[in-house]
């Protein structure tokens, strides 16, 4: 039997991950199986308070209740003071589940540094819980080794691992979840595969027919009527969840099958409504917020606005991606750091996808134009490149062998705090002589109004002047300087074949490229320079790459494959 027949003849279990008394009565109401109960679901789900559990407990009928013991969000290595909090809650929690009309259970995870099961720790947990079964949660796809995982978590005696087969949304590891269902119907005793991770009405039965999974695990939640920024189980999502169980998934994109993509900058939110093709049909910009909750407000507006020109047009939206600056965890979604937005540890993946009902992917805003430019733009084909975008600042993206360097804390290419001058000029980050303090569109302005150069004129302004301006000579000679010393270091360490120069600063064209060309060349004496080119996508860039991992984020990726140049970079009307 195949896997999809097997998903298809056995019942579908259905457990909602709640927060709130009135979340797990909806669940009770609506027909879900299970609840997993947590507190601050924004960050992955922590321990609820034992007020939260004996209501649930004494409210629910049917819907059993699987009760989280997680002491804090961020990692899952636990020290010893951790270990023995988490112990002292499960023997309360098994305390208050002995009298319960519906079954009750608890849900653990804890790793060791080198990204393993702790059996040592999770063997405590377990005892503690006792009698109460287990499932271990989704510590599981942060193992560097999900199939050895699985086989401690069987050893141990763990019911269930919740998983969406690694660090990313279930729809794209529906292989490696195939195999953990395998393996779990193999040995009656093995842990059953509960799959989590992005799952939602729009692609459940996909998720299934390809896994053979009989049981899901998903936040069925949206906006709360309060408006104060929080979120709410919803019936509907519900009811729509168990309308997409009877029915088959279609395995191909219709017509009318689109994404949303979101470039977020400085200023503004660029959105964009792309067809499989890769044409975008509609477009919307809005300014961001003053703080870091209203732009999150503001992105929301953005994309149910454009998908209400969806629906009016008769399309559907299929999956989002969004690029953003700062530093990005995308396989959880998680921004942990963007200065200009005012954001620290958001889990912008989760709260769109909650939102919006469909599947949604964060990237990094550069390394995302440098997706695109290697996909269909100066890079095309190159597999070992950089994209050096000069704007405000300076990053770069990095392709090696085909694939992006990220980095361990996911700032590879912050190209700008290169130290290219010596005991240089002080950078806003604290260090000084960084490259973008001499090359950058902010740079370039601030140091020629200092050199007393005429204030109030930006970096293309300034360009003009080179020929007959000797500050604006001396000040762009400088920047070339320490952009060729920056690019000198990059191509030592990465060796890459092409660079792509991409920003406003890039758009110079010869006045930039041929001394910066000439220098490179020059201070690498034993070999030759990587080849220079300028961005074909320009600030194109940005929104088509998000388009890539939107599609990437519905299951359907391959779609890319078959776009054009001239289809991405197509006009588009306004929406």
């Known amino acids: 039997m195949s896997a999809s027949d097997s998903a298809q003849t056995s019942r579908v279990l259905v457990e909602l991950c709640v927060d709130d008394l009135e979340g797990a009565l909806v669940a009770d109401r609506e027909g879900a199986d299970r609840i997993e109960l947590c507190a601050d679901l924004l960050e992955g789900g922590t321990t609820p308070s034992m007020g939260t559990i004996l209501a649930v407990l004494d409210a629910v009928e049917r819907v059993g209740v699987q009760i989280i013991v997680r002491p804090r969000g961020g990692d899952f290595v636990y020290s010893e003071a951790e270990v023995d909090v988490m112990c002292r809650d499960l023997r309360a929690i098994a305390g208050a589940a002995s009298g319960a009309r519906t079954p009750v259970g608890v849900v653990v995870g804890a790793l060791t540094t080198a990204g393993e099961v702790d059996a040592a720790a999770l063997r405590r947990l377990i005892d503690a819980a006792a009698p109460l079964p287990v499932t271990f949660h989704k510590a599981f796809d942060a193992t560097s080794d999900l199939l050895a995982a699985y086989d401690v978590l069987a050893a141990a005696g763990v019911e269930r691992v919740l998983t969406s087969g690694g660090p990313h949304p279930a729809l794209q590891g529906v292989e490696v979840l195939a195999e953990l269902v395998r393996w779990s119907r193999a040995d009656a005793a093995a842990p059953t595969v509960l799959v989590g991770g992005s799952v939602r009405p729009a692609n459940v039965r996909e998720i299934l027919d390809a896994t053979g999974a009989t049981e899901v695990h998903l936040r069925a939640q949206t906006a709360s009527p309060r408006g104060d920024g929080t979120l709410r189980t919803d019936p509907d999502v519900v009811r729509d969840l168990f309308a997409a169980l009877e029915n088959p998934a279609t395995d191909t994109l219709s017509d009318a099958s689109v994404v949303i993509a979101v470039d977020i900058g400085g200023t503004n939110l660029k959105g964009a409504i792309v067809d499989a093709s890769g044409r975008t049909i509609a477009s919307r910009s809005v300014g961001v917020g003053a703080t870091g909750d209203e732009s999150i407000a503001r992105i929301i507006e953005l994309l149910q606005g454009l998908r209400a020109h969806t629906e009016q047009s008769g399309h559907h939206v299929v999956g989002i991606g969004v690029v953003t600056p700062g530093m990005v965890e995308a396989e959880n979604g998680i921004v942990r750091y963007a200065s200009t937005l005012d954001w620290t540890d958001v889990p912008l993946g989760p709260i769109l996808s909650a939102e919006l009902g469909v599947p949604v992917e964060i990237g990094h805003d550069v390394r995302s134009s440098g997706l695109a430019e290697s996909l269909f733009g100066a890079s095309k084909g190159v597999a070992n490149s950089v994209l050096v975008a000069i704007g405000t600042g300076v990053a770069a993206s990095i392709l090696s062998g085909g694939h992006p360097?990220?980095?361990?804390?996911?700032?590879?290419?912050?190209?700008?705090?290169?130290?290219?001058?010596?005991?240089?000029?002080?950078?806003?980050?604290?260090?000084?002589?960084?490259?973008?303090?001499?090359?950058?569109?902010?740079?370039?302005?601030?140091?020629?109004?200092?050199?007393?150069?005429?204030?109030?004129?930006?970096?293309?302004?300034?360009?003009?002047?080179?020929?007959?301006?000797?500050?604006?000579?001396?000040?762009?000679?400088?920047?070339?300087?320490?952009?060729?010393?920056?690019?000198?270091?990059?191509?030592?360490?990465?060796?890459?074949?092409?660079?792509?120069?991409?920003?406003?600063?890039?758009?110079?064209?010869?006045?930039?490229?041929?001394?910066?060309?000439?220098?490179?060349?020059?201070?690498?004496?034993?070999?030759?320079?990587?080849?220079?080119?300028?961005?074909?996508?320009?600030?194109?860039?940005?929104?088509?790459?998000?388009?890539?991992?939107?599609?990437?984020?519905?299951?359907?990726?391959?779609?890319?494959?078959?776009?054009?140049?001239?289809?991405?970079l197509a006009e588009e009307p306004r929406a």
């Open 405 to 568: 360097v990220v980095g361990a804390v996911t700032t590879a290419g912050e190209l700008g705090h290169i130290p290219a001058i010596p005991d240089g000029e002080p950078c806003t980050c604290g260090q000084h002589g960084c490259l973008e303090v001499y090359l950058s569109g902010a740079g370039i302005a601030r140091r020629y109004a200092a050199a007393g150069g005429e204030p109030g004129l930006d970096a293309a302004a300034i360009s003009v002047r080179l020929g007959h301006d000797p500050v604006a000579d001396r000040v762009w000679a400088d920047g070339v300087h320490a952009l060729a010393l920056g690019l000198k270091s990059v191509t030592l360490l990465i060796d890459p074949a092409v660079i792509v120069l991409a920003g406003g600063v890039s758009r110079a064209g010869g006045l930039l490229l041929d001394p910066l060309r000439a220098e490179l060349a020059q201070s690498l004496v034993w070999r030759e320079a990587p080849e220079i080119r300028v961005s074909e996508l320009g600030t194109a860039g940005g929104r088509i790459g998000a388009a890539v991992l939107a599609f990437r984020a519905s299951g359907h990726g391959e779609v890319v494959d078959r776009w054009t140049t001239a289809d991405v």
